[in-house]
């Protein structure tokens, strides 16, 4: 898309150097008729009485104007206007924009992301920001999908704050006018049989005086309201789960307790004292932080990133991943003994597997596992023989994407270098809350 994009803007660039080539030619016939009038207004007797000079006045007019006004008339840069519709062709926007629309739709209901909110953010900068015109056309996307609390929530928000984005003039001419924002959020309201119809009609009246259809619409949907008054549709609250509440970070989490230790059961952890933190008492889940080194985690996404198709798995939509066995490098028989040192355990199993991920919605990771059938050995019975997980970030997150246990309360922030360890069935309700920016490792 972005290679598309960047096509599009050099094809659009290309036609304002057309406009700006006819303008130039243009601009500089005025330049030299004007110079000749100029000259014939010193004496136009004596200019006209020259008839060589009469001659040449005659045959421009007779001429050169009928020629300015067919080249006036002729379409600039046709082929530039025609790229645009190839360079569109067979890319299937629709289907994509609606998909996108859906991601944006889930996602913001998951995280309780308010449209006000979010085209108040910095338009050049924030990752969180929509404009009015993107507000309004996820505002039609709902219409059309009859979710008209949605519909009215977008289309409110895109005709009221019309004016924040910078680029509010511009969708005058490319674009939506206000006027129509209004209007439609009037037709979103009227779905939900509120009075603020009315207001919206105004709205819209105000910005496009003499749309006699504007009024038409207004007069007919008075005229069925006056008939048969409906009693307003109120908004569906939706009470957040308490997993909602946890990734959204509404919840203070319970306090977890930080201290250092030294672990005796290997020579690596002899001498490195280990920061622990933890989150769920009773050892049951804890964090062990910066104790992987930049090195081996860029080693680690080496690995991913060369994994062989035999090695590579999908867990879901969005979740993919590559199996790699203990015995791949030494990095990684060094980071399993350390792992299984900071658990305390004496036997670990002999792969281990990075999974990337950037999902919409949360998802428990290693119930994905269980579910998979790449895995026969962790399907039920071998699952529940797994006594503690490591999960090792090789990524930061800081858009969504928490780890959190929430009947446990408790709610992590990957942050590259981190270990997160999970003992018993605790482990298994780890659950990633979805990530809004980037994706997890
Ligand atoms: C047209 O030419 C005049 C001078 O002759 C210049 O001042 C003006 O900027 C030019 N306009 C454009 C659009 O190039
Ligand atoms: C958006 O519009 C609403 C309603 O008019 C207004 O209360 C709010 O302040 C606006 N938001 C911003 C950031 O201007
Ligand atoms: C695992 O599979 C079962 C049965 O197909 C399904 O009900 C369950 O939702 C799946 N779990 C996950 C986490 O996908």
């Known amino acids: 898309w972005l290679n598309l994009e960047r096509d599009l803007l050099q094809n659009l660039q290309e036609y304002a150097e057309k406009l700006e080539e006819k303008i130039d030619i243009i601009n500089d016939s005025v330049k030299e008729y004007k110079e000749e009038i100029a000259e014939a207004n010193e004496d136009p007797e004596l200019y006209l009485s020259n008839p060589i000079n009469s001659f040449r006045l005659i045959r421009h007019m007779h001429q050169d104007w009928v020629s300015w006004q067919i080249y006036m008339e002729k379409p600039v840069a046709e082929e530039q206007v025609a790229k645009i519709e190839s360079l569109l062709q067979g890319r299937h926007i629709k289907i994509e924009f609606q998909r996108a629309a859906e991601d944006v739709e889930i996602l913001t209901k998951f995280y309780d992301l308010k449209p006000q909110e979010l085209v108040a953010k910095d338009e050049g900068k924030s990752p969180l920001h929509l404009s009015p015109l993107d507000c309004y056309h996820l505002g039609l996307d709902r219409y059309e999908t009859a979710d008209y609390q949605g519909a009215a929530k977008w289309l409110g928000v895109a005709a009221k704050n019309f004016t924040l984005s910078k680029y509010s003039e511009l969708y005058e001419m490319i674009g939506v006018p206000r006027w129509q924002m209004y209007r439609d959020y009037g037709r979103a309201l009227r779905q939900l049989d509120r009075p603020e119809v009315y207001d919206a009609y105004q709205k819209a009246n ?202 446990y309360k408790m709610l992590t922030q990957p942050k590259k270098g981190n270990v997160l360890i999970t003992f018993d069935e605790i482990a298994f309700e780890t659950t990633i809350c979805p990530n809004l920016e980037g994706s997890g490792l």
């Open 206 to 407: 105000e910005l496009s005086p003499h749309n006699v259809h504007l009024m038409e619409e207004l007069r007919m949907f008075e005229l069925l309201t006056l008939r048969d008054p409906m009693e307003p549709i109120p908004d569906e609250i939706e009470t957040p789960t308490k997993m909602q509440e946890m990734c959204r970070g509404n919840f203070s989490p319970e306090p977890g307790h930080l201290f250092c230790e030294y672990i005796t059961v290997n020579p690596f952890l002899d001498f490195a004292p280990l920061r622990i933190e933890v989150l769920v008492d009773e050892l049951f889940a804890f964090l062990y932080l910066g104790s992987v080194y930049e090195s081996e985690i860029e080693h680690l996404k080496d690995a991913f990133e060369r994994c062989s198709p035999v090695d590579t798995f999908v867990l879901d939509e969005g979740i993919t991943g590559c199996s790699i066995s203990d015995g791949y490098s030494r990095v990684t028989r060094r980071l399993k003994e350390r792992i299984q040192g900071m658990m305390v355990l004496d036997k670990g199993s002999d792969r281990s597997y990075i999974v990337q991920y950037a999902s919409v919605k949360p998802f428990q990771v290693y119930k994905l596992f269980r579910n998979a059938t790449k895995f026969p050995e962790l399907n039920s019975e071998g699952f529940e023989e797994i006594e503690g997980t490591a999960m090792v970030f090789l990524n930061d997150e800081s858009l969504g994407g928490g780890i959190t246990i929430s009947d």
